[in-house]
């Protein structure tokens, strides 16, 4: 697990009644039985986001983002991001 990956665990993970599973290699993390974000390794994850949240994390990181949603998931190369701006966001 890269620098990336941990940053974006530990984000994750900083709020409280998260709860993270693992499966092959792929982390889920959780809040209230609803997936909000996913860590698939080597600096691929995703985070579900509603078009709003999209758009504006879009205007900041587009390089690190796809385009378009697939259902609610905005899919992200974390090695792209700087971390401190998702960690703000």
């Not at 985070?47 to 949603?69: I, N, V, Y």
Request: proline residues 3%; glycine residues 8%.
């Amino acid at each position: 697990m890269g620098v990336p990956d941990k940053v974006f665990s530990a984000l994750a993970m900083s709020h409280k009644g998260v709860e993270m599973t693992s499966q092959k290699n792929v982390q889920t993390f959780e809040y209230d039985g609803t997936a909000f974000a996913i860590l698939q390794g080597k600096g691929a994850g995703a985070l579900k986001l509603g078009a709003p949240q999209h758009d504006a994390l879009l205007d900041f990181c587009r390089p690190a983002l796809t385009e378009q949603q697939t259902d609610g998931w905005t899919y992200v190369d974390l090695s792209q991001i700087d971390m401190a701006l998702l960690a703000d966001y």
